[in-house]
């Protein structure tokens, strides 16, 4: 009969007791009865991540996880070999580090529609991201059309030209400034001015100067219970920014998107993104309308080993 709890299920007569689950149990749940592997009763089964490590290092296959969708890694727009590859092994460095290096935020597109189906093999991907107690409370809202995308940003330039109001009344930021509160001070002297230009384009030559005239969005949110949302959220975003690459998609985050949804929930609302959830990310998506022709550099980093 297999060892049950509500997270981990071993399979008593596969397992050969070697230990390689309870090793790389992060939580420490697992371990020997009579040299066979078992997991905590149900009293300590909170503690269990879900992670998957203990069923990744079993070298019979004894270990499931009911939670785990194991579909995640069946793809449509491409095959993948689910073989696990350790590190240093197969994929040259080399490859990874062009992919890494010829990434560029996008800010041109063509208007031809994303791929739902690509867009649903790029969240698959977003997920396999690490998550902090691997809470995985990310939500994914896509806007696979131009309407909707540029719906959302008529509600972001409403927010901003609201925000933009305020900063103008000097007497208001002064105040807010004195009384500790210097967000707006600090809003008027860094981004006014550049937002009330790209406001001033999008009315007159009629441009979509914060999706850059994507035809899709993918909005990267948390549902209540994570514990480190906005890193889970953006490090998602990094495998979709960096896949979506290789699939011949442009890309380009939205964080002004992120400020005005985080400050006015009722843009969410219009989405039928619940109240409970925070955006984090967004994500603009589109096959790009711009070349480059070569790599460029970085500023040089601070970098230190403050060992001898
Ligand atoms: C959190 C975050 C928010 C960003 N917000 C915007 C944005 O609102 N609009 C935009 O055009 N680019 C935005 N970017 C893109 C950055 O400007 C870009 O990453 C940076 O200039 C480096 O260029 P690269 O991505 O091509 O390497 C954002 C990037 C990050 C990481």
Known sequence: MHSTSTSVTIDPARCAGCGACIRVCPTEIISLE?????????????????????????????????????DLHHFSTFAVDTAWQAPGSSLPTRDLARLMLSRRSCRHYRQSPVEK??????????????????????????????????ALGQSIKAFFERLNKKA?????????????????????????ASVKTAMDQMETENRDRLFHEVPAVI????????????EDALLAAGNILLAAHTMGLGTCLIGFAVAAMESDRSIQKELGIPESETIHAAVALGYPDEIFQRITGRKKPKIRFPGK
């Open 219 to 230: 909005l990267i949110g948390s549902s209540p219970g994570a514990t480190c949302p906005k």
């Open 168 to 192: 103008e009344n000097v007497l208001l930021r002064k105040f807010l400034a004195l009384v500790g509160a210097k967000t707006l001070d600090h809003y008027y002297t860094n981004y006014y």
């Open 34 to 70: 009579n040299s066979i592997a078992k997991a905590a009763p149900d009293t300590n089964i909170a503690r269990c991540l879900q992670c998957g490590h203990c069923m990744a290092a079993c070298p019979e296959n004894a270990i499931a996880i009911p939670a785990l969708d194991l």
């Open 117 to 150: 189906e690509k867009i649903a093999d790029l969240i698959k991907l977003a997920v396999f991201a690490p998550s902090g107690t691997n809470s995985q409370a990310w939500t994914f809202t896509c806007l696979a059309t131009r309407a909707e995308v540029l």
